[in-house]
């Protein structure tokens, strides 16, 4: 395992709603990214963290946002929730040469 | 942009069969290149990287050369197990600049039967 805990396991929303996903990090990484990984693709990067700070971005819309609290754990907030969110949302910490992801959370979106 | 491409599975083999999994990558400069695991309800697991041009990473009987002249990074295993049932993802990060951002492949599934 890789110390890295996500929250919910999974998670089933409507169309337009709101939804919150949570990431812990890894004890002493201060860096998080975030990652979308739809059905038989590979994961696709949504943004990073750094610091409590975003530090880069994948194509993703506005309603695509995120948080980095001082305890380095993060969540991932999306807006107006469309059919196409439905995915794997995998979350990574990292120290300075590797990342470690979390299990991910499955949101379903109907 | 950046891309990785990889082929496309399902590969199905029986145990003690030789694997590869090829994988080659466009990116300007000089990327790292790892590839990662995926067992089945399960996150993404680091399998092996490699950080320059010649580079082997290996780990648990995989292996893979980053070759800058063909742009490839191919996974090889001289004799698979049941327990290596997987998907697996290649996946480049830019430079360090670039942060942590990973550029991956579409997934390769394998199959091992005993």
New interface residues.
């Given amino acids: 395992e890789?110390g890295?805990t996500q929250s919910p396991t999974h998670l089933i929303k409507t169309r337009g709603q709101q939804v919150t996903l949570r990431c812990s990090s890894q004890s002493g990484h201060n860096?998080v990214?975030w990652?979308q990984q739809a059905l038989?693709?590979?994961?696709?990067?949504i943004f990073?963290y750094?610091r409590e700070e975003e530090?880069?971005r994948?194509n993703f819309p506005p309603r695509f946002s995120g948080l980095q609290f001082p305890n380095y754990s993060s969540e991932l907030n999306v807006n107006a929730l469309e059919l196409d969110d439905s995915a794997l949302y995998?979350c990574?910490s990292?120290d300075r040469v590797?990342?470690?992801?979390?299990?991910?959370t499955r949101l379903t979106v109907t | 942009g950046d891309s990785v491409t990889q082929m496309e599975g399902p590969v199905t083999l029986s145990e003690e069969a030789f694997l590869t999994i090829n994988c080659t990558y466009t990116a300007t400069g000089y990327p790292s290149l790892f590839w990662y695991v995926q067992y089945p309800g399960e996150g993404l697991q680091l399998l092996l990287k490699a950080t320059k041009a010649d580079d082997k990473g290996s780990n648990k009987g995989f292996e893979a050369t980053y070759r800058k002249e063909t742009t490839s990074f191919h996974l090889e295993k001289g004799s698979v197990q049941v327990s290596d049932s997987a998907v697996y993802f290649c996946a480049l990060r830019p430079n360090k600049a670039a942060g942590n951002k990973l550029t991956f492949g579409g997934g390769t599934r394998v199959l091992v039967k005993p």
Avoid at chain 1, 40 to 45: A, E, R, S, T
Avoid at chain 1, 98 to 104: C, I, V
């Fill in positions: 890789t890295v860096t990214s990652y038989g693709q590979g994961p696709q990067f990073q750094y530090n880069g994948g995998l990574a990292s590797e990342q470690y992801f979390g299990p991910g």
